[in-house]
């Protein structure tokens, strides 16, 4: 797996992968959305993170 310090990653995961969200965090994922999730709430994290996205 190569690794791309410019890629922007956002991590879905359902409960009980911790340890997976860790890793995926440490190698470069900026947010992450643990499922279940609100459709609003996961809408609401992806403009956010779309907004700062764009301030770069």
Request: aromatic letters at 8%; one cysteine or more.
């Amino acid at each position: 797996m190569e690794f791309d310090p410019n890629a922007v990653i956002i991590m879905v995961s359902a409960l009980g992968h911790q340890d997976m969200v860790k890793e995926a965090i440490m190698k470069g994922a900026k947010y992450f959305i643990v499922k279940p999730f609100k459709i609003p709430d996961a809408c609401n994290m992806i403009r956010a993170f779309l907004v700062k996205l764009g301030g770069q």
